[in-house]
């Protein structure tokens, strides 16, 4: 029988996911199919609860099912996901289990172009669910994490969880930015500023940037978002947005599977979807 994967959320028609998983599972030969299933929030735990009871290989959460995984009193979170307060994948091999993989997904995103990151000042915009996976990926690493948010309390928040798993995580202001990232290593936005369709928009322009910088915008579409085209521009190494979404489906594909997938192959569907 073909083992059945998914994607649950509400709106879930326009997820990359199926094309991305759909493309691994083809190249691997598998007999399988991963499916977008609509569910609200109200509906997940009668979902997954479902899901695992007709033996579903797996299943990611997205919005808005992330945060409400964790209110599920049957749904057992790893660390990572309880810290992050998100659970993006759903094992049920033992029982049904919580994962978050988005902050794997921007770290290999993010070392594949610049290698490790330990001890590397990290400036990271956004205090978002995306921000908040990546701040505690890149802490546990060794990074030093400086996190800059519009909202400066819930930036401040969010350093504070992390340093309380024992990160070097500070939190500032933007008013900060600009002598931040004249001493960083790498610039992360994990804000939606840039992404379509305000395309012109940026938080950081190119003359905050300097030629040593990698700078990696996890926004996907576009893919060369404003903040990238500055980046270029000034010198600095860029990161588009689209690995950090293939990465966070290959570390769910593999929790599942216990098979690591073909990346290139995930990403060529990722990118002719975007139509790039
Ligand atoms: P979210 O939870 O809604 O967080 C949004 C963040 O953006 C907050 O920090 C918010 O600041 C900030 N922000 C929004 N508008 C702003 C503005 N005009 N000026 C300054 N800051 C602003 O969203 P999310 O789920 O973290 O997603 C953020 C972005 O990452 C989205 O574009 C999403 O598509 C992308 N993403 C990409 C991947 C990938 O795999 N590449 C994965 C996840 C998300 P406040 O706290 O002040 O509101």
Request: with cysteine; proline share 3%; aromatic share 6%.
């Amino acid at each position: 029988m073909e083992e059945v994967f998914g994607v649950f959320g509400d709106p879930v028609e326009h997820s990359l996911s199926p094309v991305m998983h759909n493309a691994a599972i083809s190249a691997l030969g598998m007999k399988a199919r991963y499916h977008a299933f609509r569910v609200s929030r109200e509906g997940l735990g009668d979902a997954l609860l479902g899901a695992c009871a007709m033996g579903f290989g797996g299943v990611n959460l997205t919005i808005p099912l992330k945060e409400r995984a964790l209110e599920l009193g049957f749904l057992e979170p790893d660390a990572l996901s309880r810290g992050i307060g998100a659970v993006n994948t759903v094992d049920f091999k033992d029982g049904i289990r919580g994962f978050n993989t988005d902050g794997v997904g921007a770290l290999r995103a993010l070392e594949d172009a610049c290698g490790s990151i330990r001890g590397k000042r990290v400036v990271l915009l956004g205090a978002g669910g995306a921000a908040r996976a990546i701040a505690f990926q890149f802490a546990s690493v060794g990074a030093r994490v400086l996190i800059v948010n519009r909202t400066e309390e819930r930036g401040r928040r969010l350093a504070e969880s992390v340093s309380s798993v024992g990160g070097a995580v500070e939190a500032f202001g933007f008013a900060s930015l600009g002598e931040l990232l004249d001493s960083a290593h790498v610039l992360v936005n994990a804000t939606s500023v840039g992404m379509h369709p305000l395309v012109n928009r940026t938080i950081v322009t190119g003359d905050m940037l300097h030629p040593g910088l990698v700078v990696f915008d996890i926004v996907y579409n576009p893919l060369k978002t404003r903040l990238l085209l500055e980046a270029e521009a000034a010198g600095a190494r860029i990161v588009t947005g689209e690995m950090m979404l293939v990465y966070q489906g290959a570390e769910a594909f593999r929790i599942w599977t216990g098979v690591m997938p073909p990346v290139d192959v995930m990403k060529r569907a990722v990118l002719d979807a975007l139509g790039v």
